[in-house]
């Protein structure tokens, strides 16, 4: 597991063994896996709609750091 960026309350990490379609796993209050390339949820387990909506906003401003953690990891 690899965190990317911690911010706003909530830990973004990318974990080194796991499965497409490139995502992020989000941490806060709940739990929320968000689509990198997309910016779309996947699942959100009692994360706040507020929470989640922030999280999509942090991936978009930071969507090439994200692919390029996915990348080295997973190809």
């Known amino acids: 597991m690899v965190t990317v960026i911690r911010q706003d309350g909530l830990r973004f990490v990318i974990y080194t063994a796991d499965h497409e379609p490139p995502h992020a796993h989000v941490v806060g209050e709940g739990e929320a896996r968000i689509d990198i390339v997309n910016l779309k949820v996947i699942t959100q387990g009692r994360m706040s709609d507020r929470d ?24």
């Open 52 to 75: 989640v909506r922030r999280a999509v906003a942090v991936i978009e401003e930071n969507q090439e750091l994200f692919l390029e953690t996915w990348r080295k990891y997973h190809g």
